[in-house]
Structure formats: C-alpha cells, structure tokens
C-alpha cells in the first residue's frame, strides 16, 4: 500500500471545489444517478483507481445494482446484462478515457445521439471528464 504523497483535498481546496461542483450538477442531471455512477466506475476500472473502484462499487450497490451487473462491466461489450443505452455511454466513456488512441471518433459518438438528448451528451461528457480527472488526482497523490 502506498503513503498518500500530498493532502491535495487541503492544498488545494478551491480547485477542488470546482470538481464537486460539477460532481453536484451531475448529481441532478437528467441521465440519472445509477448511469453516471456505472459511468463512473467504468472509466476507474480503465484507469485502475483502487479508491474510485471501491467508492463506486459501494453507490451502485446503494442503488440496488445487481451483482452480475458488476462483475460483468468491465465485459459489457459482450454482456447481455446492459441496455444499448448503457453500451453507448460506456463505449464513449472508453472512447474519451483512450481519447490518445480514438481520437473520440464518431463511431463512439454518433450512437449517443440515438438513446441521449443533446443536454444528456453533455452531461455524460462532463462526468466522463470529472471521473478521468479525479481518477488521475487520486492516482498522481496515491490517495
């Protein structure tokens, strides 16, 4: 187990701020609390946050998320146990996750426009962003 390198939540807590703030506005968005959160989880799996894995794993479980859901997302492309409006918001949080190698492309684009409205888009492009930035907080600091 690693030392946490820096107490960045105290360094820092007006940046941080920001990043709660989009967390809250989330919170209230039309997408719904357990798709940000499958979201949520997903972009951490790829990221390999131990503290976001478990935080995650925790709210959906709150939500009566189904164990099988759970331990078949990191497969979910062959999965049978999400909707193909889940597999759209997890293959574009995949495709902005390894934006380096996908360059966001409309192949992972395009299908949001058939189960998301275009303020949905947005707010699922917001959480996939905070989730990669948190992610990279906790990492960088070995939180």
Known sequence: MSQLRLAY????????????????????SPLGLPLVELVYLRVSQINGCAFCLNKHTQSLRQTEETERRLAEL???????????????????????????????????????KDYFTDQEISDLTFAIALMNGMNRLAIGMRQ
């Open 74 to 112: 990191a497969g979910w492309r062959v999965s049978s146990q999400f909707t193909f409006r889940e597999k759209a918001a997890l293959a574009w949080a995949e495709a902005l996750t390894y934006v380096t190698a996908t360059h966001a492309d409309d192949g992972a684009y395009l299908p949001l």
């Open 9 to 28: 939540y105290d360094l820092s807590p007006e940046l941080l701020q920001g990043f709660r703030s989009v967390k809250e506005g989330l919170e209230k």
